[in-house]
């Protein structure tokens, strides 16, 4: 069975610094991985994707996320966090030959100026 | 529609009640997903259409949640008597190609449901 782990509930960050969230994933053959974004208020936003290819993919607002087969982990990242990047962020898996989406939890992530 | 349109955006209920809540997706989105997003989780799977393809009723709670999407296009979430603990928001989204791996999925803005 798929199953996506948000380890973290609440991630703070200053402004200006390196944000990673993080996400672990298990999931039979191979991953297609996503994350997505919940501003306040608002609905889900997909941020990026991984279906194969290099390990590091870009997404929007300039966020990034590396794929590490090993360690079945998928974590968010951006350089320099801003305070509008505030806002619920979702791991999902989707696994190979299967169609539906698992998310995870969720991780809420604070941007403090 | 430019977006996914979910109505009603709010629904208080009494206990017992039956519910129908409506989605709308992108017009030419081939797949239509349900998700239920509880305070303080994530997203549960419901109901999935692909297409013509017979939908994928996996994550559906119990028997009073049934789903129908009439000419590939509008569906309609239907909750029987229902119960203090369906209380949720109600997620609907589309995706342009079947499986949503390509754009990802686009979602609506939910519908609160409160069950009293």
Known sequence: AQSVAQPEDQVNVAEGNPLTVKCTYSVSGNPYLFWYVQYPNRGLQFLLKYITGDNLVKGSYGFEAEFNKSQTSFHLKKPSALVSDSALYFCAVQGNGGFKTIFGAGTRLFVKA | ?116
């Open chain 2, 1 to 116: 529609g430019a977006g996914v349109s979910q109505s009603p955006s709010n629904k208080v209920t009494e206990k017992g009640k039956d519910v129908e809540l409506r989605c709308d997706p992108i017009s030419g989105h081939t797949a239509l997903y349900w998700y239920r997003q509880s305070l303080g989780q994530g997203l549960e799977f419901l109901i999935y259409f692909q297409g013509n393809s017979a939908p994928d009723k996996s994550g559906l709670p119990s028997d009073r949640f049934s789903a129908e999407r009439t000419g590939g296009s509008v569906s309609t979430l239907t909750i029987q008597r229902t119960q203090q603990e369906d209380s949720a928001v109600y997620l609907c989204a589309s995706s342009l190609d079947l499986v949503g791996r390509t754009y990802g999925y686009t979602f609506g803005s939910g519908t609160r449901l409160t069950v009293v």
